[in-house]
């Protein structure tokens, strides 16, 4: 595909290419040593071949000459080891061991963090590529004192966007697999001379790096027992209503972690927590006043290090600080009994397209990293400028090795793969013969075509470490790959149950036509899941994420309200199927208000009676608002942070129906199934007991579920406009008593045993459940439970 092309990128700044590694074109291959005439270094001098292109073809070869590397004065060099790859320690020192293919030489730089805000590198040792190159794979081994000492990497190699190659021998590159990333140490503050992008570097371990887990061990929570709570880091405790030692970083999560106890959930996703620059959108914005940042964090700049920023340590002691900071956290989780996933972003990296800026992959061996046309332009099914190259050989393997460290070293519990999609595409370069070992004859795969089983997907579902954390996809991507129920699972795959939340919106706010649909999405949505052998539990149902409207702005918005974004409320979905419930907007009527409220209590009820995994958003147990605005990703200010102040105000209102329904949903038995319900545990019903109205203009569903610790449940929801009388089941020697009724004032609105006057609450129900009737206001959920009847 043609994409805009940055001509200014498409050669070397001549000023910037030391005149020993400009490229010279040679006819035929050739390898060999010359004495350096230079009397002030003592090297050898090389003359190295690379081969043309990167794709096997006959392209003249490119040459490079280098410096063979001289003894350092602080450092004992050696070969090295090509595996494992990154900084490891081992016999003493470090082991350094980087993957590049077509770049034809290679520096190892390591960088004091007093010289790093001055992009000084301390000392460069070049690689030889006859000792400290195998197959591909470039190595140095180092003994000597590395504190306060970072590293990143230089390549040389052709710089030919047009086939794929953007090396650069003044580019200090970090390493994929450098486990903590320093630049900046504060979020949203400039770099040395307001540089958005200021020198980054990894950092070198020690042997001091130690961490004391307290015999942590996993949680290992069947998935079907799970109610996840989608969480940003910063966003969570940034505010200054949250009253902490240290809002907004990993510490502060833990100093409110008993907030989510109280709620009753037990597994956080964190929003992406790899290292990403927030200035990577700075720019002002006048609608606001302030500055627009990357709040979200969805362009990873590395998969190894958490966010430092995040961290209250910033960059102290070269990253370890941040490093034990997140560990910290997780450990802290896992005493509360909760377990945290993570939300990781394998589908395109901060690079972006051809104008971006070179950090990491792009410098190191773009080819191989990015999915490219046969002329060097990148595919985008990101939405984002790149897509990265998943099913290559090079990069399933980086994608495993760095979920493996997040499970081995940092103790996370699975993860949720954004646009996840994206990882089962085809990668650039395909090759049958070299992914499957065989060639199908006259099956043509092309970039960027769907697999049905993607050697990734393979690779990560069958990994006997992997196999026993959570694997969630978001089952699309933005070149219109939709997998939602189809997405490649080998068993234990499970999907952001993205046709729940739509189905769920329009019935619940009574559009006809949906009933049936509604009550596939209550039973686990076995239409989508049965039939390829999985369960409920592989559906994880919401109503709310990060992206779109909270659920206050669900019931309080037509429309999307994006103009604080600067871009003209141009950017965000316009189809959300919400309804503002009469007014548009904060300021409504009471009569709107209180229905907003039932609205807000019905979506909740129906996510906790669900079969499958709930997913609560941040902020909706307390109606956060974000002014009707659905696309927030940069906004580092009140509209994206957690509102204590309004939690406390809700305690005795919404946040207490939230917290009352999540442990309804724990206690139940029947409301976390290992398998789809079937007659035998559940019937529908409609205005009357056995007939359900499945028609277009059905705005009733209700149901009963055995429950082996409740007895029996009947759940009903009306969505019209018209309140209903509803006849209830028959049950001989037993009676209904009302548990919910959305329609109720609170404290009534949920009758626990602790609410005042429920014995008086209940009895004045009695005159309809004499009759084995209950009245429905519209717009209202019902629960109610079978008891004895004292009167039978």
């Given at each position: 595909?043609?994409?805009?092309?940055?001509?200014?990128?498409?050669?070397?700044?001549?000023?910037?290419?030391?005149?020993?590694?400009?490229?010279?074109?040679?006819?035929?291959?050739?390898?060999?040593?010359?004495?350096?005439?230079?009397?002030?270094?003592?090297?050898?001098?090389?003359?190295?071949?690379?081969?043309?292109?990167?794709?096997?073809?006959?392209?003249?070869?490119?040459?490079?000459?280098?410096?063979?590397?001289?003894?350092?004065?602080?450092?004992?060099?050696?070969?090295?080891?090509?595996?494992?790859?990154?900084?490891?320690?081992?016999?003493?020192?470090?082991?350094?061991?980087?993957?590049?293919?077509?770049?034809?030489?290679?520096?190892?730089?390591?960088?004091?963090?007093?010289?790093?805000?001055?992009?000084?590198?301390?000392?460069?040792?070049?690689?030889?590529?006859?000792?400290?190159?195998?197959?591909?794979?470039?190595?140095?081994?180092?003994?000597?004192?590395?504190?306060?000492?970072?590293?990143?990497?230089?390549?040389?190699?052709?710089?030919?966007?047009?086939?794929?190659?953007?090396?650069?021998?003044?580019?200090?590159?970090?390493?994929?697999?450098?486990?903590?990333?320093?630049?900046?140490?504060?979020?949203?503050?400039?770099?040395?001379?307001?540089?958005?992008?200021?020198?980054?570097?990894?950092?070198?371990?020690?042997?001091?790096?130690?961490?004391?887990?307290?015999?942590?061990?996993?949680?290992?929570?069947?998935?079907?027992?799970?109610?996840?709570?989608?969480?940003?880091?910063?966003?969570?405790?940034?505010?200054?209503?949250?009253?902490?030692?240290?809002?907004?970083?990993?510490?502060?999560?833990?100093?409110?972690?008993?907030?989510?106890?109280?709620?009753?959930?037990?597994?956080?996703?964190?929003?992406?927590?790899?290292?990403?620059?927030?200035?990577?959108?700075?720019?002002?914005?006048?609608?606001?006043?302030?500055?627009?940042?990357?709040?979200?964090?969805?362009?990873?700049?590395?998969?190894?290090?958490?966010?430092?920023?995040?961290?209250?340590?910033?960059?102290?002691?070269?990253?370890?600080?941040?490093?034990?900071?997140?560990?910290?956290?997780?450990?802290?989780?896992?005493?509360?009994?909760?377990?945290?996933?993570?939300?990781?972003?394998?589908?395109?990296?901060?690079?972006?397209?051809?104008?971006?800026?070179?950090?990491?992959?792009?410098?190191?061996?773009?080819?191989?990293?990015?999915?490219?046309?046969?002329?060097?332009?990148?595919?985008?099914?990101?939405?984002?400028?790149?897509?990265?190259?998943?099913?290559?050989?090079?990069?399933?393997?980086?994608?495993?090795?760095?979920?493996?460290?997040?499970?081995?070293?940092?103790?996370?519990?699975?993860?949720?793969?954004?646009?996840?999609?994206?990882?089962?595409?085809?990668?650039?370069?395909?090759?049958?013969?070299?992914?499957?070992?065989?060639?199908?004859?006259?099956?043509?795969?092309?970039?960027?075509?769907?697999?049905?089983?993607?050697?990734?997907?393979?690779?990560?579902?069958?990994?006997?470490?992997?196999?026993?954390?959570?694997?969630?996809?978001?089952?699309?991507?933005?070149?219109?790959?939709?997998?939602?129920?189809?997405?490649?699972?080998?068993?234990?795959?499970?999907?952001?149950?993205?046709?729940?939340?739509?189905?769920?919106?329009?019935?619940?706010?009574?559009?006809?036509?949906?009933?049936?649909?509604?009550?596939?999405?209550?039973?686990?949505?076995?239409?989508?899941?049965?039939?390829?052998?999985?369960?409920?539990?592989?559906?994880?149902?919401f109503v709310c994420a990060h992206d779109g409207f909270t659920l206050a702005d669900l019931v309080s918005y037509n429309n999307k309200?994006?103009?604080?974004?600067?871009e003209d409320n141009n950017d965000g979905e316009s189809h959300n199927n919400s309804w503002n419930c009469g007014q548009e907007g904060?300021?409504?009527?009471?009569?709107?208000?209180?229905?907003?409220?039932?609205?807000?209590?019905?979506?909740?009820?129906?996510?906790?009676?669900?079969?499958?995994?709930?997913?609560?958003?941040?902020?909706?147990?307390?109606?956060?608002?974000?002014?009707?605005?659905?696309?927030?990703?940069?906004?580092?200010?009140?509209?994206?942070?957690?509102?204590?102040?309004?939690?406390?105000?809700?305690?005795?209102?919404?946040?207490?129906?939230?917290?009352?329904?999540?442990?309804?949903?724990?206690e139940c038995e029947s409301l976390g199934l290992n398998d789809f319900p079937t007659a035998q545990r559940l019937q529908w019903h409609?205005?009357?007991?056995?007939?359900?109205?499945?028609?277009?203009?059905?705005?009733?569903?209700?149901?009963?579920?055995?429950?082996?610790?409740?007895?029996?449940?009947?759940?009903?929801?009306?969505?019209?406009?018209?309140?209903?009388?509803?006849?209830?089941?028959?049950?001989?020697?037993?009676?209904?008593?009302?548990?919910?009724?959305?329609?109720?004032?609170?404290?009534?609105?949920?009758?626990?045993?602790?609410?005042?006057?429920?014995?008086?609450?209940?009895?004045?129900?009695?005159?309809?459940?004499?009759?084995?009737?209950?009245?429905?206001?519209?717009?209202?959920?019902?629960?109610?439970?079978?008891?004895?009847?004292?009167?039978?």
């Amino acid at each position: 595909m043609e994409l805009t092309r940055c001509t200014s990128c498409l050669q070397y700044p001549p000023a910037l290419v030391p005149p020993a590694l400009r490229h010279q074109t040679t006819p035929k291959p050739n390898l060999r040593t010359t004495p350096s005439t230079n009397a002030t270094v003592s090297t050898t001098r090389m003359v190295v071949k690379a081969r043309g292109g990167g794709g096997g073809g006959a392209d003249e070869a490119e040459t490079a000459v280098i410096e063979k590397p001289k003894v350092s004065k602080r450092f004992q060099v050696s070969e090295g080891h090509p595996a494992p790859f990154g900084a490891t320690l081992r016999d003493g020192g470090v082991n350094f061991a980087i993957y590049s293919a077509n770049a034809v030489s290679a520096t190892l730089c390591l960088i004091a963090l007093s010289d790093l805000h001055q992009n000084k590198v301390t000392e460069k040792i070049p690689l030889d590529p006859l000792s400290n190159k195998t197959g591909d794979v470039w190595h140095v081994f180092l003994k000597g004192d590395f504190e306060d000492t970072l590293y990143g990497y230089m390549f040389d190699g052709e710089f030919s966007p047009e086939k794929g190659h953007f090396y650069d021998a003044s580019k200090v590159l970090l390493d994929p697999y450098a486990k903590a990333v320093i630049s900046r140490g504060e979020f949203g503050a400039l770099g040395p001379e307001d540089n958005c992008w200021p020198q980054m570097a990894g950092m070198v371990p020690t042997f001091e790096d130690q961490f004391d887990w307290e015999g942590d061990l996993p949680l290992r929570y069947p998935q079907r027992d799970l109610i996840i709570y989608e969480m940003h880091v910063r966003g969570y405790t940034r505010h200054e209503s949250s009253g902490i030692q240290f809002p907004g970083t990993y510490r502060g999560v833990v100093e409110k972690l008993d907030h989510l106890k109280e709620l009753g959930v037990n597994c956080i996703e964190l929003m992406p927590c790899h290292e990403f620059n927030e200035l990577e959108y700075y720019s002002y914005n006048s609608v606001l006043g302030d500055y627009k940042l990357n709040f979200w964090g969805y362009s990873t700049i590395n998969y190894f290090s958490p966010m430092i920023r995040y961290s209250s340590s910033g960059i102290s002691n070269c990253g370890r600080d941040a490093i034990n900071e997140f560990k910290y956290l997780i450990k802290e989780a896992h005493k509360r009994r909760i377990e945290v996933i993570m939300d990781v972003v394998f589908n395109h990296t901060a690079e972006g397209n051809e104008k971006g800026p070179i950090l990491s992959f792009r410098g190191v061996d773009n080819s191989v990293y990015y999915m490219l046309a046969p002329k060097g332009e990148y595919y985008n099914y990101s939405g984002c400028g790149n897509t990265f190259n998943c099913n290559h050989p090079v990069v399933r393997q980086f994608i495993l090795d760095c979920l493996r460290y997040w499970v081995t070293e940092m103790h996370v519990d699975g993860f949720r793969f954004d646009l996840a999609s994206i990882m089962t595409r085809s990668s650039s370069l395909w090759d049958l013969v070299n992914v499957y070992g065989d060639c199908i004859e006259g099956d043509l795969i092309t970039t960027g075509t769907p697999l049905s089983t993607p050697p990734l997907i393979d690779m990560l579902s069958n990994d006997p470490i992997l196999r026993g954390v959570k694997l969630i996809a978001e089952a699309w991507d933005t070149g219109g790959l939709y997998q939602v129920g189809r997405f490649p699972h080998w068993g234990i795959w499970s999907e952001w149950n993205g046709k729940y939340r739509d189905i769920v919106r329009q019935f619940i706010k009574g559009t006809e036509g949906f009933s049936g649909a509604f009550a596939e999405c209550l039973c686990g949505s076995p239409n989508l899941y049965q039939e390829g052998g999985r369960k409920p539990w592989n559906s994880v149902n919401f109503v709310c994420a990060h992206d779109g409207f909270t659920l206050a702005d669900l019931v309080s918005y037509n429309n999307k309200h994006n103009i604080a974004n600067g871009e003209d409320n141009n950017d965000g979905e316009s189809h959300n199927n919400s309804w503002n419930c009469g007014q548009e907007g904060e300021f409504a009527s009471i009569s709107v208000k209180k229905l907003r409220k039932r609205q807000m209590r019905n979506f909740f009820l129906c996510l906790m009676v669900s079969q499958g995994v709930p997913m609560i958003c941040m902020g909706d147990e307390y109606g956060h608002t974000k002014g009707g605005n659905n696309n927030t990703y940069c906004h580092d200010n009140y509209i994206n942070y957690f509102r204590w102040d309004k939690k406390e105000e809700s305690s005795s209102d919404l946040f207490r129906f939230f917290c009352l329904m999540t442990k309804f949903r724990r206690e139940c038995e029947s409301l976390g199934l290992n398998d789809f319900p079937t007659a035998q545990r559940l019937q529908w019903h409609g205005h009357t007991p056995g007939k359900p109205d499945w028609s277009d203009t059905s705005r009733f569903v209700a149901f009963t579920l055995i429950d082996s610790v409740k007895g029996e449940i009947y759940v009903a929801f009306n969505t019209s406009h018209l309140p209903v009388t509803i006849t209830l089941p028959e049950r001989p020697g037993y009676r209904w008593e009302p548990l919910v009724d959305t329609s109720k004032p609170t404290p009534f609105d949920f009758l626990s045993k602790e609410v005042p006057e429920r014995d008086i609450a209940i009895k004045q129900y009695a005159q309809f459940l004499d009759s084995n009737l209950y009245p429905m206001l519209s717009y209202s959920s019902i629960i109610l439970l079978l008891s004895p009847d004292e009167n039978a």
